[in-house]
Every structure is written in structure tokens, then in C-alpha cells.
């Protein structure tokens, strides 16, 4: 391989990379080595227009004429959805296909990264190879920059997206003229940083001859601002493209640019042979800057590991979350629907190729738990390895990806309860699933969640089905009965003819699964029956009772430490009052290695929760349970840590305001205000702050909301509550000259959500319409602007209501709205 790199710019480049003070910036070019998941290489300029003419005209005869730009926006306005879906798809990496380069070049000490592309070629590339730092993704068009500026951060790769992310797609990505417009006579901020940093980091450019638009409009801008000495002081960078015509290279010239002629796979062999030893000392100099102790990766649990005390006793039969054993010993029926789901798994099995996804879906309390159990030991009978993830397996989406690739790898993976993977978990599937081994994969979901985690496109050629968890069938009932019966748990039903025995069941259990085992057999109703045991137990066994039945509401189990932390008191009464919990059957304690507990069944601790709401101990049990998770966390915590997760549930201004009021709210906030791991996560400010918006003061709401945003948070909800903040104002102040604009803002945000949220988030939908109507009856007063405005207003609930039919709020609100615009327009 002939070097084509001068002997100076390596010693440059060698330089600046032992101390990882390199930019990356990638456009088109880059991906193209990179296959998406439709399997084709990724689209460039030329191949995306022939489709969006294919798309807009309909013929293969492409005009040489026709801009790209032009035929976006055509496409936008009349095929949104199927533009939609064929960016989505051609732009969603298959990591796969990566070739090793990629891990190696991301792997670089760059000091930070700016890409042109709308691909997720980073996020991808680090579930395939383990890179120095994880990317952390930003959208340029949808995401603000932090008020204290763009901090490099040891621990990630701050991935800046300049013409918007996937989930930008397609109204806030940047493709159009009208878009490049619109964000040149904004300034667009991003650029602005991009072009200050151009002034003063060295730059190495890949994939791209430099040609955008935006770019140049504000590297001219800070050229001309500073005169012409100003291009002679910038640092060397680097134009990595095969090849590069004169003209492009004198104007880059003038940039202090200099033009490598290498594709970027050479450029990354290049490099790591020729300065090997600087690159080293950049990952040093990062890894120094981290100052963490890695922690050990957990290892997939495997069924044949963990199922086997299969012998125990249990009480599954008075409403205990089932464990291995009832399966085994028959305490959980086989019910008819497990031979659905068998037959289902057997067809998914004999594929030849990829075997995909089956989703058991249901309520709390209907036997998913049970099912995929029963599901698991059966492929595991067969000699199949299965991989079971819980919700009490801290295993990351990357290290989950990473374990099912390996020589190794279980044949099977069943995920059951998968909230913890949010966005992630189909891409990680998919990919998972795509493997040339091709597990087979099974997750089960409750109802009300599987459209928040199952997004189809991305899926692809994946194979998906969904079981959906139907009521006890009288088969099943009477096989319930049979083993009550066998087990001596019939209780009152002991000695009754077997047709009362399963009369009873059926009027009592409206045919779900744990209130059947519980109120046929008690006599008494289920609640009142909870309620009773809750109200006989002594206090401090309460105060113990009462902070698990939060936790396993929020599908947590807590450790006797953790227990003692929250209450405040490390003495041996509370620790014996775990001990008398279990005896009665109130908890069970969890065969893991911190051996945790746990409220008997969710359901149970659903039901308890809600009583509990407004009470005396529901303040301090929440407050507890908030300053266990500040002491447990620690700022380099993964996302997906058990601490951070409950926190994240327990600090949730609509979950502080249904269960304690807005007065104790606040005085959570303002106590946990002290733990400084609180007051450095952006999240705390957020909901704070959203607190206010709902029910306090504007000004306070402001201020917590700008405390977030100065934290980086990159998540809709910041957005979301700033429409809200604006809305607010607005209709606080009608009069008011900005109020106009502080609505025309709010609903441009709130609609940019709405692409890309609105159909698994009804909340912007619920804002525009009640702020909305509120700002219509009180900041409109022309009859014509009014009927306009709601006219609009109720297009949009309408399409939030299609997306989400059983939302009783949305409806409601949009009821309202309607017959507001009908009395305008009848008039």
C-alpha cells in the first residue's frame, strides 16, 4: 500500500491526536461502505432521486433537470408516510454489514464528531464493535445547544447530527432548498458553532467535498468578521475523498485545508500504522480524563443456570409471581393458550433463515410471566439454549447484542417485561434477530406498552407476531381447580360440588388469573382482602411493606441494605421485619445475588399503591425512596442502572401530583435538592419544572426548565414542557405583544414532536388542544382568525385521536375543541 499521506501532515496529525484534539466531520460518502437494513449499500444523492422521482412522477425515465430539493418537498406534501418509511428504512444501518474499519476509525480519540449524514451509522458501529467512547447522537435541527457551549466529555462521543436524526425524519431533516432556507436566515446555531470551531480545532473531513450550503454561508460570515488576516491563523485540517478537482482544492487552501487522497478505509489503515503510537497516547490521554472503575459485565442468564430448584414449595397459588418451580411442579396449569403459543414457537423454529419475533402481550395479572416461562423450560427440555432478561437483569442493550453474536450465543432470547430498552429494543432485536445464526426471539410486553416499544419499520424483514393473553378459558379453570385441590388451597371452595366451585370462579375472577386464585379461594372481595392484611401489620413492619409495594409497582425489588438506607434505621427490628413479611406471604425474597424483595405479585402491589395515594406514609415512603437512589447513584451510572431507572419513576411531576399533591410535591423536590447527584441530573430540573408549568409559578418553571436544558437533556418531554411554559404565558397574558409569537412557537415545537412521537405519545396532542382552546377563546378576538385557528387545531386532534383511539383524555379534549369551532362557524 503506497502511503499518501505527507510526512509533515502525519507528524501534525500525530500531534494532535496523542492529546484527542481531532474533529471528525463525516458527510454521505462515509456510509457507503455500510448496508442499511433493507440490504442495500446506503443511498447517495443519485439514488435517493430516483426514488423520490419514482415516488412523486411515478416512471423509471429520470429528468436531468429536476433538483432533488425540489422533488423532496413534493414528496413531503403528498407522500409523507411512504417518504417516511423509505428513508427510515434506508437509512437505519444493518451493523452487521460494518466492515472493521469503521469500529477502528470511531475509535480515534477525536475530541467530538459533526456529521452531515441523518444515518445511525455510530450507534450502530458501537453495537458491533467496542468502541473507545459510546456516541451520544444529537440532532441539530431538534435539539438545542447547552448554554454552557459543547463540553467535551470523557465518558461519550458527542455525535452531532447537522441535518437532523432518523427520528427527525421527515419534516425536520434537512433535504430541501426550503429547509436550507429556512435555517440560513435563522443563523442556525449549530453551524455557528461549527464554524467558530473551524476557526480554532483541527478538522479531519471524510465523505464529503465540503459544497453545503449553511456551512459556507457561516464560515464566510466569521471570515468576514474578522478579516482577511483571520483564514491564515486556522489550524491544518484535513479533506479525506478519493478525489478532488482544482478548483475545490484552491478555495480549500484558502481554509488551510489540505486534500488526502484516500478512500476513508485507507485514510483509518493509513493512520493506524504509520502514528499507531500517538493514537494510543490520545485513548490515554481520554482514558485518564475518565477516572472510572469498570464494572464486570453480567452474562446473559441461561435458563439451565437458573431454573433449577425446581422442587420448592411457593405460594404461586395465593398470588406469588411465578418462579421456575410452579411450572415445573404444575402449580402453574398448562393453559390453552401455551399450546398456542408452542405451536406458534415450533413454526418459528423450523425457519430456515431468520426466525424473528413473537411479542406475548396482556394486562397485569393475565399469565405472561407465566407463559414465556412455561415457553422457556420447554426449548430448554429440547436442548435449545435460552437467554432469559427480566427486569432485574442489568445488562445494557449494547452488551445484550454483543453476548447473543458471540460463537456461543443462547439460541434463543426471551425478554420478559422489556420497559428498560425504551427505543432501543427493537433495533437491537432486529439486529440480533438478522444474525446468520438467527436466534429466535420472544418478549412479553403489557398491552398498553407494546406500541410504544414495537416500531414495524425499523423491523423490516424481521418476521413479528403478537400473542395477546386471552382470559381463563373453563378448561383452564378447571385445571386451576384440580391443582388447588391437589396443592390443599381451595380454601372456602373445599367441600363444594365442582360446578359451584367453578360458578364461583367465574363470577368472582371476571376469569383473570391471580384475582381468581385469590378472591374464589378467600371469599372475601381482593382488595378488601390486601387491605386487611396490610391494616393488622405492626408499624414498622408497614413502613417496610409500604416502601416494596412502591417498588414493585414500579417493577423494582429492594435489598435489606437498600431497606435500611430508606428508612433511615440500620437496626435488627426492621431487618426482622422482612422476616416476618415473608412468613405471612406478604413478600418473597428473590433468589439473586443480593437476595432482594418483593411485594407478592405486582397486581397486589398495584392495588396497595392506590390506596396508599394521599396517605400520611405515601410522602415520606416516596422522599425515602429518593434519597436511596441519590446515595446509590454515581455520576459515570449507565442510564439503565436500577437506581436511575426508579428514580426517573419516583421524580415524575405527574406521578408526585396524582399520589402526594402539588404542595408535597414541591417539598420533595426542595429535599432531594440536597443531594448534589440530584442536582446535577438534568431529568430532576425537568420534571421540577414541569411541576410548576402545571400548577405553580411561570417564573420558577422557567428557571427549572433552563436548568435542564443547560444540563444537555436531549429528550421531547424538555420541549414538550416549553411549549406548555409558552402556552401558558401567553394565555396568561393575552395582551400581551410576544404572546402571538409565544404560540406560534409553542405549536411549531409541539408539532415537530408530533412527527416524531405523536404515535406512541398523545401528551403534544393534549397540550395543543387544551392550551390551545384556552388561547383561542382568550387571544383571538377576530371571528375569522378563531375559526382558522381551531379549525387547524381540530385537524390535529383528529389525528391524534386516530392514533390513539382509547386515549379518554384525548377525546374529551378534542370534543371541546370541535364544538367550539362549530359555534364560531355556525354564527
Not at 475518565?290 to 435458563?303: G, H, W
Not at 427493537?426 to 426471539?441: G, M, Q, W
Not at 416516596?622 to 446509590?632: H, Y
Amino acid at each position: 500500500m503506497s502511503l499518501d499521506i505527507e510526512e509533515y501532515d502525519l507528524h501534525h496529525l500525530a500531534d494532535h491526536f496523542s492529546t484527542a484534539r481531532p474533529i471528525l466531520f463525516t458527510g454521505a460518502g462515509f456510509s457507503l461502505d455500510a448496508k442499511n437494513i433493507t440490504g442495500n449499500n446506503c443511498p447517495n444523492y443519485g439514488e435517493i432521486k430516483k426514488e423520490l422521482w419514482r415516488m412523486c412522477i411515478g416512471t423509471d425515465v429520470l429528468s436531468d433537470e429536476v433538483q432533488i430539493h425540489d422533488l423532496y418537498d413534493i414528496a413531503l406534501q403528498r407522500h409523507r408516510q411512504q417518504l417516511k418509511d423509505y428513508l427510515i428504512s434506508s437509512l437505519t444501518i444493518d451493523c452487521e454489514s460494518l466492515p472493521e474499519w469503521y469500529g477502528k476509525l470511531l475509535s480515534f480519540p477525536w475530541h467530538r464528531c459533526y456529521t452531515l449524514n441523518i444515518d445511525d451509522i455510530e450507534t450502530a458501529t458501537n453495537r458491533k464493535y467496542t468502541l473507545l467512547r459510546a456516541p451520544n447522537s444529537i440532532s441539530a435541527t431538534s435539539e438545542m445547544i447547552p448554554e454552557e457551549g459543547l463540553v467535551a466529555n470523557a465518558d461519550e462521543l458527542l455525535f452531532v447530527h447537522l441535518n437532523g436524526t432518523i427520528e427527525d425524519i421527515p419534516e425536520h431533516s434537512t433535504f430541501s432548498l426550503i429547509q436550507y432556507a429556512e435555517r440560513l436566515n435563522q443563523k442556525e446555531p449549530w453551524y455557528v458553532t461549527l464554524s467558530t470551531e473551524l476557526m480554532s480545532e483541527p478538522f479531519v473531513f471524510i465523505g464529503t467535498k465540503l459544497n453545503e450550503p449553511p456551512l459556507w454561508q457561516h464560515i464566510e460570515f466569521r471570515r468576514k468578521k474578522g478579516g482577511r488576516g483571520m483564514q491564515e491563523l486556522r489550524p491544518r485540517s484535513y479533506l479525506v475523498t478519493p478525489e478532488l478537482d482544482q478548483a475545490r482544492k484552491a478555495i480549500l487552501s484558502q481554509f488551510n485545508i489540505v486534500h488526502i487522497p484516500l478512500t476513508a478505509k485507507d485514510f483509518c489503515e493509513q493512520i493506524q500504522s504509520s502514528i499507531g503510537d500517538s493514537l494510543s497516547k490520545g485513548k490515554e490521554f481520554i482514558r485518564d480524563r475518565l477516572q472510572r472503575t469498570s464494572k464486570p459485565t453480567m452474562r446473559l442468564p441461561l435458563v439451565e443456570e437458573i431454573a433449577k430448584d425446581l422442587t420448592s414449595k411457593t405460594d404461586y397459588l395465593i398470588g406469588a409471581q411465578p418462579v421456575w418451580a410452579d411450572i415445573h411442579m404444575g402449580r402453574a396449569i398448562s393453559r390453552e393458550t401455551d399450546d398456542e403459543i408452542w405451536e406458534k414457537a415450533r413454526q418459528i423454529l423450523d425457519a430456515r433463515d431468520i426466525k424473528g419475533i413473537i411479542a406475548i402481550t396482556g394486562t397485569a395479572g393475565s399469565g405472561k410471566s407465566t407463559s414465556l416461562m412455561r415457553l422457556a423450560l420447554k426449548l430448554n427440555s429440547l436442548g435449545k439454549r435460552v437467554a432469559w432478561v427480566n427486569s432485574e437483569t442489568e445488562i445494557s442493550p449494547r452488551e445484550l447484542r454483543i453476548q447473543m453474536k458471540e460463537t456461543n450465543a443462547p439460541e434463543i432470547l426471551i425478554i420478559d417485561d422489556p420497559d428498560m430498552y425504551g427505543r432501543e429494543l427493537i433495533p437491537t432485536l432486529r439486529e440480533i434477530s438478522s444474525d446468520t445464526k438467527h436466534p429466535f426471539v420472544a418478549v412479553g410486553i403489557r398491552s398498553n406498552r407494546i406500541d410504544r416499544f414495537i416500531n414495524k419499520i425499523q423491523l423490516k424483514n424481521i418476521p413479528y407476531s403478537e400473542h395477546s393473553m386471552p382470559p381463563l378459558t373453563d378448561s383452564d379453570i378447571s385445571g386451576l381447580l384440580e391443582v388447588l385441590g391437589r396443592e390443599n388451597r381451595l380454601g372456602r371452595l373445599r367441600g363444594m360440588p365442582t360446578q359451584k366451585q367453578e360458578d364461583i370462579f367465574r363470577e368472582q375472577a371476571g376469569r383473570i388469573l391471580i384475582v381468581a386464585m385469590i378472591q374464589a379461594t378467600s371469599g372475601k372481595p381482593f382488595e378488601e382482602k390486601l387491605l386487611e392484611e396490610y391494616d393488622e401489620l405492626p408499624e414498622i413492619s408497614q413502613r417496610v411493606y409500604s416502601l416494596l409495594i412502591i417498588a414493585t409497582h414500579f417493577r423494582f425489588s429492594l435489598s435489606a441494605a437498600d431497606l435500611l438506607v430508606a428508612i433511615g434505621q440500620n437496626d435488627n427490628e426492621s431487618l426482622n421485619s422482612l422476616e416476618l413479611l415473608t412468613r405471612r406471604h406478604l413478600l418473597i425474597s428473590l433468589n439473586d445475588e443480593s437476595k432482594t424483595y418483593r411485594v407478592l405479585h405486582r397486581l397486589i402491589a398495584d392495588m396497595l399503591f392506590d390506596k396508599m395515594a394521599h396517605s400520611s406514609q405515601m410522602y415520606s415512603n416516596i422522599l425515602s425512596l429518593g434519597i436511596l437512589c441519590a446515595v446509590r447513584i454515581s455520576p459515570k451510572m449507565p442510564h439503565h442502572a436500577k437506581p436511575r431507572r426508579l428514580l426517573r419513576l419516583i421524580i415524575n411531576h405527574d406521578f408526585l401530583l396524582r399520589v402526594i399533591g402539588v404542595e408535597q410535591a414541591r417539598n420533595i423536590y426542595g429535599d432531594l435538592e440536597n443531594y448534589q447527584t440530584l442536582t446535577e441530573d438534568n431529568h430532576f430540573w425537568l420534571q421540577r419544572g414541569a411541576l410548576e408549568v402545571e400548577e405553580g409559578s411561570l417564573h420558577l418553571a422557567e428557571n427549572f426548565l433552563n436548568q435542564s436544558r443547560s444540563l444537555d437533556d436531549k429528550n421531547s418531554l424538555l420541549e414538550n414542557e416549553y411549549a406548555y411554559l409558552l402556552f401558558k404565558k401567553a394565555n396568561q397574558l393575552p395582551g400581551a405583544a410576544s404572546a402571538p409569537d409565544m404560540v406560534e412557537e409553542a405549536i411549531k415545537t409541539l408539532e415537530s414532536n408530533i412527527v416524531k412521537y405523536g404515535n406512541a405519545d398523545p401528551y403534544p396532542y393534549h397540550i395543543a388542544g387544551s392550551q390551545g382552546l384556552s388561547w383561542a377563546r382568550r387571544g383571538i378576538s377576530d371571528t375569522n382568525r378563531k375559526k382558522e385557528f381551531l379549525e387547524n387545531l381540530c385537524k390535529l386532534l383528529d389525528e391524534g385521536c386516530a392514533n390513539h383511539p382509547n386515549n379518554a383524555q384525548l377525546d374529551s379534549i378534542c370534543k371541546d375543541v370541535r364544538r367550539e369551532y362549530l359555534l364560531i362557524a355556525t354564527k
